[in-house]
């Protein structure tokens, strides 16, 4: 994945998120062979002509490389164009999805790094808005996204995750109207934000954590309520998700202790699908699960912490994403 494994000073990203006769702020460069850094190949500023895409098309380039310096560009770029890339009839929809993950794993690496920026923040929300949209629209985008999903634990993965597990636990579960959807998505994406107010020497510690370590690290969905209430731009639904995802309806959760329908249906589906990723994802200290195993142990030893109607659904939808 290019966010993990970049070639130094640059952004591996998707070929279909340029658009023809759009001005990129950014320069386009391109790997022509694989022990060389990527030469440059368009300068900002200029119109992607479609000769120039088309040549990129036929060059088989289905990434192209931006400086990482740049980013800021790019991410609003696709922000902007994001809607258009997504109901263009002429790309696939696996191309569309690779976009989009893709968008919205760099955009939540950014908005870790930079947490207060009220651009990234909105920009998530329009990659949000769009996903929604997408899905809705595409029956197959969801499955091609779970697809998508990586296994290797990095916060801006398992926050992309977790944004897609949601909307699609909750559409299984028969949710279909697009704000409450919009809604839902926004929390799940934003919902350990907190984690990047919190001390490095704890959030990216390789070992178990210490019961003090702990202590810090159970904070993050109140730091993370807090910063994004400071913002506000979120409504109350999708703060509720990141101040409550880490509550469980028999009560042993945090930071509040709530209990049962307290806890509101989409803080509970955003719940299922943060466990779930962090049991199937690969961490320092100790293997990814596989999903069987995962599901089964959430079935078996979490029976009392998750709700029970939404965990079938959801183990239903994992059996058969294509449904
Ligand atoms: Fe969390
Ligand atoms: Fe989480």
Known sequence: MSVANPIRGFREVPLASIRVDSITEF?????????????LFRERSLPVTPAVLGMLVDQRHHHIYIPAAQTFEYRRYVGKH????????RLPVDAKCEVLYDSAQGLMADILEQPRSKELVQCGQNVVAGTVRFMMQERAALSYLLQLVSYDYYTYTHCVNVCVFSLALAQRSGITDFDTLRLLGEGALLHDVGKSLIDPSVTKCKKGLTEEQWEIMRKHPVYGYQLLTEHGMLHGASLDIVRHHHEKVNGTGYPDGLRGKTIEPLVRISTIADV??????????????????????????????LDQELLRTFIEMMGNPAK
């Open 27 to 39: 320069d386009i460069h391109i790997q022509t062979r694989r022990d060389r850094p990527p030469i």
């Open 82 to 89: 994001i809607e258009a890339i997504l109901s263009d009839r």
């Open 276 to 305: 779930f990723d962090a049991l199937t994802t690969r961490r320092t200290y100790r293997d990814a699960m596989a999903s069987f195993h995962a599901l089964s142990l959430m079935k078996s030893e979490m029976s009392r912490q």
